[in-house]
């Protein structure tokens, strides 16, 4: 391939991330100045795929579609494809038409084809999740609940579905929550639900998800959250296995200084786990499901002693033991270490 055509490669590539939400285009330019280094022999999809953002099957895809006419020629109007319009120009890469010969910008042509027409397959994982989903959750799908379209599932739980919804009123994406017992849902577990929205609402951290609103209708209980469009750091290390130490420390810092803040205001999150850190398309953590968190300045009753709270693999030994009483901080500090012991080792 020549160097021309791997720049349009590259260009094509970044574009289509963009669109589909994959990658913020401040990131991707940095990825292109790591690929357009000397010592790089990767193109910016390889990089992609092996930092996550991309799926490999997905950057095959794209590859076809090079081949495909999505172009348009801005003098002649006749489409053309990226392949058949690559062209070395002075500077570097433009597009030439095959038909008329007008040579224009990759970007600017770019730029014109219709982003459906780059839409991306659904991910396997949120697919995957679909299908855990039960008649009545599935139902949901498509409707239209207190002013959110639901248009996707991103995870299910024991407690929530969190679905893909556009918040028509302001035209942009969110993560909504809604518990699954609906209508016949318990005191406690209404209670449980309403506790957790309450604990995020008070945290305003950039490492931790940010939550809108709630609210309540059509028999369905719910919150909206911020989206964060990215791999959780599970789903990275089943990919990659470990971390580099310098990039498992950068990350761990920044997640702990995130729960620094929850602590300081009262609030012990007891289920910290690489299934619930979210990576935002610049690779920085953010923290979700607060579902078993606990507000220290208010009442314990939700909590019972002698149950075991959390997930076995990442609980503090009081947890184990179901000591509620000395469940605090410092439980959320153990996860911490074990977060990083994983990421470092692979091995729990």
């Avoid at 919150?223 to 990275?236: A, D, H, K, N």
């Amino acid at each position: 391939m020549s160097a021309f055509t791997s720049e349009l490669e590259d260009r094509f590539t970044a574009h289509v991330c963009a669109v589909n939400g994959r990658c913020s285009r401040a990131r991707l330019a940095a990825l292109r100045e790591r690929c357009a280094g000397s010592d790089s022999v990767l193109s910016l999809g390889q990089l992609l795929v092996r930092e996550r953002l991309l799926r490999a099957s997905e950057y095959l895809e794209l590859r076809r579609w090079i081949e495909r006419p999505l172009l348009r020629c801005p003098a002649c109007e006749q489409p053309f494809s990226l392949a058949e319009g690559e062209h070395a120009g002075e500077d570097g890469a433009v597009l030439r038409c095959p038909h008329c010969g007008t040579i224009s910008e990759p970007d600017a042509l770019l730029e014109a084809i219709d982003p459906d027409a780059l839409r991306l397959p659904a991910r396997e994982d949120a697919d995957a999740a679909g299908r855990l989903l039960s008649g009545r959750e599935s139902q949901i799908l498509g409707r239209t609940i207190g002013g959110y379209e639901i248009v996707g599932v991103l995870g299910v739980g024991a407690m929530g579905v969190v679905y893909r919804a556009r918040q028509l009123e302001l035209d942009r994406l969110v993560a909504l929550k809604v518990l699954r017992a609906g209508e016949q849902a318990s005191g406690a577990q209404l209670e449980r639900f309403l506790a957790e929205a309450r604990a995020v609402a008070r945290l305003q951290h950039p490492g931790i998800v940010r939550i809108h609103e709630i609210g309540h209708e059509q028999g369905v209980h719910f919150f909206s959250m911020e989206l964060i469009e990215g791999p959780t750091l599970q789903q990275v290390l089943e990919d990659e296995g470990r971390l580099e130490p310098a990039r498992a420390a950068e990350l761990l810092e920044q997640v702990a200084r995130a729960v620094h803040y929850a602590h300081e205001r009262g609030i012990v999150h007891r289920d910290l786990k690489p299934g619930n850190i979210l990576l935002d398309a610049e690779g920085r953590p953010h923290i979700t499901d607060f579902g078993l968190a606990h507000d220290t300045g208010r009442d314990t009753s939700l909590t019972r002693s002698g149950v075991a709270i959390g997930t076995p693999l990442y609980m503090s030994p009081e947890q184990v033991r179901g000591d509620s009483q000395a469940v605090g901080p410092a439980s959320d500090v153990f996860a911490l270490g074990t977060i990083l012991y994983r990421t470092l080792t692979a091995t729990l």
